[in-house]
T-cell receptor, first 107, second 114 residues
Framework: GQQVMQIPQYQHVQEGEDFTTYCNSSTTLSNIQWYKQRPGGHPVFLIQLVKSGEVKKQKRLTFQFGEAKKNSSLHITATQTTDVGTYFCAGPARLTFGEGTQLTVNP | NAGVTQTPKFRILKIGQSMTLQCTQDMNHNYMYWYRQDPGMGLKLIYYSVGAGITDKGEVPNGYNVSRSTTEDFPLRLELAAPSQTSVYFC?????????????FGQGTRLTVV
């Protein structure tokens, strides 16, 4: 079945540094979604990407969908302590999640 | 709208006991999902449903059962609980068939089997 792989598994940054997480699939995806889960919380939808090469921004967050629609990335500029949590990508088939990237931010 | 509601929030079970985790959504979503999340790990799909009366296995279905008699409800049944089923369980729903298939999650059920 469809699987999405995410790297890195963990990322620790100093506040103000940038952060990027990558999501890769062996198959072409019709769309990809990104979610954030705060410690002790539940996943919350961030964005959905549909088009090849699509780039979307939400304040300091930039999401990209690869030209081949097999990979995606989430980049956070100038991290803040409020960015702490685990970021997941999810493929459309049965809403399959990657393992997530756990971000910690040192103030 | 309440969104996705899961009950209970916490539960301790003894080995061999059974229980049902309840999940209900009021958004008229066709798809519903059950995931388990072990500490520090990702979300593993247990079962999902594409509509009332239709369910299918996910990645880790063993030890669980589901039913979907209505659009709103998607209970997860644990028979003969085992320590390996200690986890946090999330129910989610989404509407597949429109452009935006955003999934909404419940608050989770923290289950401990002792």
């Amino acid at each position: 079945g469809q699987q999405v792989m995410q790297i890195p598994q963990y990322q620790h940054v100093q506040e103000g540094e940038d952060f990027t997480t990558y999501c890769n699939s062996s198959t072409t995806l019709s769309n990809i979604q990104w979610y954030k889960q705060r410690p002790g919380g539940h996943p919350v939808f961030l964005i959905q990407l549909v088009k090849s090469g699509e780039v979307k921004k939400q304040k300091r967050l930039t999401f990209q969908f690869g030209e081949a629609k097999k990979n995606s990335s989430l980049h956070i500029t100038a991290t803040q302590t409020t960015d702490v949590g685990t970021y997941f990508c999810a493929g459309p088939a049965r809403l399959t999640f990657g393992e997530g990237t756990q971000l910690t931010v040192n103030p | 709208n309440a969104g996705v509601t899961q009950t209970p929030k916490f539960r301790i079970l003894k080995i061999g006991q059974s229980m049902t985790l309840q999940c209900t959504q009021d958004m008229n979503h066709n798809y519903m999902y059950w995931y388990r999340q072990d500490p520090g790990m990702g979300l593993k799909l247990i079962y999902y449903s594409v509509g009332a009366g239709i369910t299918d296995k996910g990645e880790v279905p063993n030890g669980y059962n589901v039913s979907r008699s209505t659009t709103e409800d998607f209970p997860l049944r644990l028979e003969l609980a085992a320590p390996s089923q200690t986890s946090v369980y999330f129910c989610a729903s989404s509407y597949v068939g429109s452009l935006n298939t955003e999934a909404f999650f419940g608050q989770g059920t923290r289950l401990t089997v002792v």
